[in-house]
C-alpha cells in the first residue's frame, strides 16, 4: 500500500535526495530543513503559495544559487547517490546532468538552430551531421519541429512565447541531462500552447526525471506522478499527487488545497 | 480669472517654444555654417588651385612651399597609428570591460568603475607629456635607438588614452545582456568562459562595436598627444620605430608657416575636411551598429 508519506514508495529508485537542505540570501533563511526523495523517470510537481520557496529550492537542485551574489546552501543533494554539493564536483558537470527550463523563455540571440545545438557543441560535439540529427531530434521530441523545420537558420527571437519556450526545452534534451527541471515552464503561455508543454512533459519522464515548480494545482494533478507542497520556507508534505489533492495529511496542505478549489 | 491664468500659461508656454525653437535653429545654421565652410576650403585645392585629388590622396611629396600636397604620408601615419591603437586598446579593453562586468567581485567593480570614467576626462597632453618622458625613452632604450619617437609610441599613447572609452562602453554593453541568458547558457552546463565568448560577447557586439568604433574615432582625431611622440616627419610608415607624421598633428605644425589663399592652406583644409569625412563615416558605422541591435 502507497501511503502518502515524505519519501517516494520504497520500489522506487531514487534519481535525487535532498536532505536537511538550508537555503539563504544573505541572513534571510528563504529554505529550512527540506527531505525530499525524487524517484527516477517520474514527474515531481512543486507547489506553493508564492514566495514559499519553490524557485529556490528547485535552483539548489542543480547549484544556480553559485550563480546569485550572496546566496548559501547548506545540507545535502545527491544525484545517484553522489553529492552534488561536495567540494571534488565541478557545477558545470552536475548543470550538465541536471538542465532546467526557466518561468521566462530564454532563446539565445540565435538561430533556432544555435540555440538548439549549443549545448552539444559546448560539450565537445563538432560534427555538422550529428550536430543536424540532435537538432532535429530534439526539436521533435520538444513538439517544435514542424513548425520550425523550414526556417531553423532564422532568429529565435522571432518565434512565438510558447514556440521559444518549447525551444528551450528542447536546448534542454539536446544535451541529453538527466533530470530536468522545470520552474513553471507554462506560466507566461496561453492554453493552447500550455498544453503542448504538458503533452510534452507526459512524454519527456519516460526518459528522464522531471522536477516541475507550477502555480496551478490542475497542472500537477495533470502532470505529475508526486508532489510536495512548500509553505513560507519549509517543504510541509509530499506524496503521491492523487494523495496529496485528495487526502493530505497535513492541515496546512489541505487549506490550500481546498482555499483554491473548495 | 481661471481663464486669464491659463491664457497667461498659454503664452508662457508659446514664448518657451519660439526661445527653445530659435536657440535649436541657430545651433543647426551654425554646424551647417562650420560644415560649408570646411567643405568649401577643404575642396578648394581641388577646384581652386586646380591640384589632383589623386595626388592628394596617393602623392607622397609633400612641400607646403613648393607647390607639392602628397598627403599620402600623413593618411597613412594616421591610419597606422590608430589601427595600432585599436589592435592594442580593442581587445585589451573588451577583455577589461568582460572583467569588470562578469568577473570582478561586485565591491570591485563599483570602486574601479569610476575611476576609469575618470581617466577619459584626462587631457590629451598629459598622456602625451607621460609618453614623452616615459615611453619614449623606454622605447629607445629597448630597442637601442637614438630616439624613441614613432609610430610605436604614438599606438601605445592612443591605446591607453582610447583603453577607458572602450572599456567603460564594453562593460555597459555586457551589463544590459539580460541575466536569464548567463543562466540559460550556465544551466545548459556550459563554463563561465564560454558563456561569455559564446553567449554575452555575441550578444553584446553591436554595443562593443560602437565601444571600439568611438575608440578609432578617438584614436583619429587626436593631435596633442601624437605630435608630442610621433617625431613628425614626413616619410611613409615602412617601420613602427620611425618617426613619422598624421594628418592631425601635421595641420598643427603647419597652419601658422601657411599663408592665407595659398595652395599651402588650401591643402591643410583638405586634410582637416578628410578627418571630418572620416569621422562622419565612423558615426554613419556606430549608427548601423546600433540599428542592427533592434
Ligand atoms: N535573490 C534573492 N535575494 C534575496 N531574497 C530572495 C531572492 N530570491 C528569492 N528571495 C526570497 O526568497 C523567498 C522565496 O522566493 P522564491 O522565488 O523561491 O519563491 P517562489 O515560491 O518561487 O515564489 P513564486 O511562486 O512567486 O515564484 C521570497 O521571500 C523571496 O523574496
Ligand atoms: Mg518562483
Known amino acids: 500500500m502507497i501511503q502518502s508519506q515524505p519519501a517516494a514508495a520504497p520500489a522506487l529508485a531514487d534519481k535525487m535526495k535532498i536532505e536537511n537542505l538550508d537555503i539563504f540570501y544573505g541572513t534571510f533563511q528563504a529554505m529550512k530543513r527540506a527531505n525530499l526523495s525524487v524517484p527516477d523517470r517520474h514527474v515531481m510537481a512543486l507547489i506553493g503559495p508564492s514566495g514559499c520557496g519553490k524557485s529556490t529550492f528547485l535552483r539548489a537542485l542543480n547549484r544556480m544559487h553559485d550563480l546569485t551574489p550572496g546566496a548559501r546552501v547548506e545540507g545535502k543533494v545527491t544525484l545517484d547517490g553522489v553529492d552534488i554539493y561536495a567540494p571534488s564536483i565541478d557545477p558545470v558537470t552536475v548543470r550538465h546532468r541536471i538542465g532546467m527550463v526557466f518561468q521566462r523563455p530564454n532563446p539565445f540571440p540565435k538561430s533556432i538552430f544555435e540555440n538548439v545545438v549549443y549545448g552539444a557543441k559546448i560539450h565537445g560535439e563538432k560534427n555538422p551531421k550529428r550536430l543536424a540529427e540532435i537538432a532535429e531530434k530534439s526539436l521533435r521530441a520538444a513538439a517544435l519541429w514542424d513548425e520550425v523545420k523550414d526556417r531553423l537558420s532564422r532568429s529565435a527571437l522571432d518565434l512565438s512565447g510558447g514556440q521559444q519556450q518549447r525551444l528551450c526545452i528542447a536546448r534542454v534534451l539536446a544535451v541529453e541531462p538527466e533530470v530536468i527541471l522545470m520552474d513553471e515552464p507554462a506560466s507566461a503561455l496561453d492554453p493552447i500552447a500550455t498544453s503542448k508543454i504538458e503533452d510534452l512533459i507526459g512524454e519527456l519522464k519516460r526518459d528522464y526525471t522531471v522536477i516541475i515548480v507550477t502555480h496551478s494545482m490542475q497542472q500537477a494533478a495533470r502532470i505529475s506522478d508526486f508532489t510536495s507542497f512548500f509553505l513560507l520556507g519549509e517543504l510541509i508534505e509530499v506524496g503521491t499527487t492523487s494523495d496529496i489533492f485528495t487526502r493530505p495529511r497535513d492541515k496546512r496542505t489541505e487549506d490550500y488545497i481546498t482555499g483554491r478549489y473548495g | ?294
Open chain 2, 1 to 294: 480669472m481661471v481663464g486669464v491664468r491659463a491664457s497667461k500659461a498659454h503664452r508662457d508656454e508659446g514664448i518657451a517654444l519660439v526661445v527653445l525653437m530659435s536657440c535649436s535653429a541657430l545651433f543647426v545654421i551654425a554646424i551647417a555654417l562650420i560644415l560649408g565652410f570646411l567643405a568649401f576650403n577643404g575642396t578648394r585645392l581641388f577646384w581652386g588651385d586646380h591640384y589632383s585629388p589623386l595626388k592628394f590622396l596617393f602623392g607622397t611629396d609633400w612641400d607646403g612651399f613648393g607647390g607639392h600636397y602628397g598627403a599620402a604620408t600623413f593618411i597613412a601615419g594616421s591610419l597606422v597609428a590608430t589601427g595600432m591603437a585599436i589592435a592594442i586598446g580593442g581587445p585589451l579593453g573588451v577583455a577589461i570591460g568582460v572583467f569588470f562586468s562578469e568577473l570582478a567581485p561586485k565591491r570591485v567593480a563599483t570602486a574601479f568603475k569610476p575611476a576609469i570614467e575618470v581617466l577619459v576626462g584626462i587631457p590629451s597632453v598629459v598622456y602625451g607629456w607621460l609618453g614623452l618622458t616615459l615611453l619614449v625613452p623606454a622605447i629607445a632604450t629597448v630597442f637601442h635607438l637614438p630616439d624613441g619617437d614613432g609610430l610605436l609610441a604614438a599606438g601605445i599613447v592612443l591605446s591607453i588614452m582610447i583603453l577607458p572609452t572602450v572599456i567603460s562602453l564594453s562593460e555597459d554593453a555586457l551589463r544590459v545582456v539580460p541575466n536569464s541568458l548567463r543562466e540559460g547558457s550556465a544551466a545548459l552546463g556550459a563554463t563561465r568562459w564560454e558563456t561569455i565568448t559564446k553567449v554575452l560577447l555575441p550578444s553584446a557586439s553591436s554595443g562593443i562595436a560602437v565601444a571600439v568604433i568611438l575608440g578609432v574615432a578617438r584614436a583619429i582625431g587626436e593631435t596633442l598627444a601624437v605630435q608630442l611622440v610621433l617625431g613628425n616627419a614626413a616619410i611613409l610608415p615602412t617601420s613602427l620605430l620611425k618617426p613619422a607624421a598624421a594628418l592631425t598633428s601635421e595641420i598643427v605644425m603647419d597652419m601658422g608657416d601657411a599663408p592665407d589663399g595659398s595652395g599651402f592652406k588650401h591643402a591643410l583644409f583638405a586634410m582637416a575636411f578628410l578627418l571630418l569625412l572620416i569621422s562622419m563615416g565612423l558615426i554613419l558605422l556606430i549608427r548601423l551598429a546600433l540599428r542592427r541591435r533592434t
